[in-house]
């Protein structure tokens, strides 16, 4: 059982190009360097939350630096995080 204080979390990234926007060549190397994996399916990118770490400071990091390498690229993106 995992201690109720542990959380190990996913969190899951759709993206939306439009053919004025950034190349998706640039936009995949932003986000490999910011730590987001490229997968395969409904969702284009996954974060995995190693067990341990806090999601609150931490979570509210990664998504201010995601929204940061995002903005001006015309590139509309959704999330979805679960445990």
Known sequence: MV?????????YQ???FFSEGELPSILIK???DQGWRPILGDKDFVM???M????????LKKLDELHIALK?????????STR
Do not use: A, D, F, H
């Open 3 to 11: 201690p109720l204080n542990v959380i190990s979390m996913k969190t």
């Open 14 to 16: 759709k993206l939306q």
């Open 30 to 32: 932003k986000l490999e």
């Open 48 to 50: 995995n939350w190693g």
């Open 52 to 59: 341990g770490e806090s999601i609150g400071s931490e979570y």
């Open 72 to 80: 001006g690229t015309k590139v509309r993106y959704t999330l979805y």
